[in-house]
């Protein structure tokens, strides 16, 4: 989270909306759905945390977006957090949803 950071001050927004399974059957192919409500959103992070490199993937968004979507299958190596931290007006912030994993998807 540092990396990704620097140390700014990362706000929680409930208008970050995360759609995943409460249980995911199979780590390796979990679907996921964020949408970020917030104005001028510029990049999305989905993060497993407890993955073995939890960064999972990056999204950079262009200018003129009217809302920050993304929607992709993550691995998920056991039962954890998907954090999702969100850089929208040169500002940070981050939702969350914990997902149960039955079979674990990274190896």
Do not use: W
Not at 19 to 47: K, S, Y
């Amino acid at each position: 989270m540092a990396a990704l950071t620097g140390g700014a001050v990362i706000e929680q927004r409930d208008d970050i909306a995360i759609e995943a399974p409460a249980l995911a059957e199979d780590g390796a192919v979990v679907p996921v759905t964020v949408t970020a409500r917030l104005p001028g959103v510029e990049v999305v992070h989905l993060i497993g945390e407890k993955n073995p490199v939890p960064l999972i993937a990056s999204f950079e968004f262009g200018p003129g977006m009217v809302d920050g979507r993304v929607s992709t299958r993550i691995k998920l190596a056991e039962s954890s957090r998907i954090l999702v931290l969100v850089q929208a007006s040169g500002r940070l912030y981050a939702n969350q949803r914990f997902v149960e994993v039955t079979k674990g998807g990274c190896t």
